[in-house]
């Protein structure tokens, strides 16, 4: 607003200036033509040493004063200065003159017969009476200088209101981010910079958002996979205390090695959960896969149940990272422990383009659609319903998928990315 009242003042000044020097131009034009129709009026007065009279010098049309003078510059007859001014001068020598005087517009023509100067007329009027047009022109000008300033004013006022809203809601998501609503996001308003700062408001909310979320799903998924490594680890401590010093020393010993599977655990799942984790070698599924099974086979003779495996010679390796099969293992595998029967199978076969590990157990089965057994906390699911939901997504990251092969007996299929040969 303030500078669009500087840019008027700026422009508006100079035109007045400019309209006010061509009126006075234009005027004293004017003023001369009249002063040669006086000077042809008077010329054959003057030549005969005669006074022109009244009749010749009025002119009703103007509000202009004529002045003659003679061949030698004394004054004959008019309203005009006595004796003759600069002006009446310069026409005596055969030359107009004109300009200003005090308030007045002056314009002096000299009076000629048979070619000689026989005498000068001059005219003369009010600056402020004969440049009254210069004041409606100058009004015009404030009326036109008002009226841009006010749509000026009226459109400033709509772009404030168009931009106030978008600004207060960047104002209030940026709040809302500060007091941990990371879900909040800003939609596009169209103003390049409102809409840069939004999107870089969201990026940071997203960022944000997907940060707490793995922070949040490790802490439920560590508590979750932790779980069995601490019980089978108390129920060896609370046996040993019942039983003898060799009994107590392996107890100890199956102690150590429980507690450093679960120190494993834990950093793989931080570095699952920060994706930290390096570049992914192929992996040798089959041997992987049996160096797993021996270390928990364990904890199904302690449930007088069998642990073996199936691995073919010719499976691929896979391309999958050793953290997360190694979990998605160690859940299907405390699946068919917690909730299965029987002798336990793992087989490792090659499936085309794909590496499959199967999971079988021969417990009754699984009744539950494949959309409720993978939801995380579904209300139908038995436990937490949080272990093979996290294995199915580690899966999925890993570019493989895991799913429910047979519901009964129960089969529990993970495929993975086969590695390249080459």
């Known amino acids: 607003m303030l500078a669009a009242t500087v840019a008027v003042v700026?422009?508006?000044?100079p035109l007045a200036v400019a309209v006010t020097q061509y009126a006075q131009i234009y005027k004293l034009l004017d003023l001369e033509r009249l002063a040669d129709r006086?000077?042809?009026?008077?010329?054959?007065?003057?030549?005969?040493?005669?006074?022109?009279?009244?009749?010749?010098?009025?002119?009703d049309a103007t509000l202009t004063y004529l002045s003659v003078y003679d061949h030698d510059g004394a004054f004959v007859r008019g309203r005009g200065p006595d004796p003759a001014d600069r002006f009446v001068d310069e026409a005596l020598n055969g030359i107009s003159a004109a300009g200003t005087d005090r308030d007045e517009l002056v314009v002096a023509v000299p009076v000629t017969h048979d070619g000689e100067v026989v005498g000068a007329i001059r005219i003369a009027g009010p600056t402020r009476a004969l440049l009254w047009?210069?004041?409606?022109?100058?009004?015009?000008?404030?009326?036109?200088?008002?009226?841009?300033?006010?749509?000026?004013?009226?459109?400033?006022?709509?772009?404030?209101?168009?931009?106030?809203?978008?600004?207060?809601?960047?104002?209030?998501?940026?709040?809302?981010?500060?007091?941990?609503?990371?879900?909040?996001?800003?939609?596009?308003v169209d103003v390049l910079e409102i809409d840069a700062a939004g999107n870089s408001?969201?990026?940071?909310?997203?960022?944000l958002d997907d940060l707490l979320a793995r922070e949040r799903a490790f802490s439920a998924e560590a508590s979750h996979q932790l779980r069995t490594p601490l019980t089978s680890l108390r129920l060896r401590l609370e046996t040993a205390l019942d039983g003898t010093s060799e009994e107590l020393r392996s107890a100890v010993t199956a102690g150590l090695r429980s507690a450093e599977r679960i120190e494993h655990t834990i950093d793989e799942l931080l570095s699952l959960a920060r994706d930290t984790r390096s570049d992914v070698a192929p992996v040798d599924v089959g041997r992987f896969v049996g160096e797993a099974v021996q270390q928990r086979?364990?904890?199904?003779?302690?449930?007088?149940?069998?642990?073996?495996t199936v691995i073919e010679p010719e499976a691929p390796h896979a391309s999958v990272s050793v953290a997360a099969l190694r979990q998605v293992l160690a859940v299907l595998l405390d699946n068919s422990l917690e909730h299965g029967a029987g002798t336990v199978e793992v087989t490792v076969r090659?499936?085309?383009?794909?590496?499959?590990?199967?999971?079988?157990?021969?417990?009754p089965g699984i009744s539950l659609p494949d959309s409720a057994l993978f939801e995380r906390r579904s209300a139908s699911a038995a436990g937490t319903g949080i272990g093979l939901a996290l294995a199915r997504r580690l899966a999925e990251a890993e570019g493989g998928h895991l799913r429910l092969a047979r519901p009964a007996p129960p089969v529990f299929t993970l495929l993975l990315r086969a590695a390249d040969p080459h």
Not at 10 to 13: A, T, V, Y
Not at 38 to 59: H, I, K, Q, W
Not at 350 to 363: K, L
Request: glycine share 8%; charged share 25%.
């Open 10 to 13: 700026l422009f508006g000044l």
């Open 297 to 308: 086979s364990a904890d199904f003779t302690a449930v007088r149940r069998d642990l073996r």
């Open 350 to 363: 090659d499936a085309g383009d794909v590496v499959a590990v199967d999971v079988s157990d021969e417990g």
């Open 201 to 207: 408001l969201n990026r940071t909310a997203a960022r």
């Open 133 to 188: 047009p210069v004041a409606a022109a100058w009004a015009g000008l404030v009326g036109l200088a008002v009226l841009a300033v006010g749509v000026v004013w009226l459109i400033a006022r709509r772009q404030a209101v168009k931009l106030a809203r978008p600004l207060e809601e960047l104002t209030e998501a940026a709040q809302r981010l500060g007091d941990g609503d990371f879900a909040v996001r800003l939609a596009a």
């Open 38 to 59: 006086a000077a042809l009026r008077v010329a054959a007065s003057l030549s005969d040493d005669g006074a022109p009279s009244a009749e010749e010098l009025r002119d």
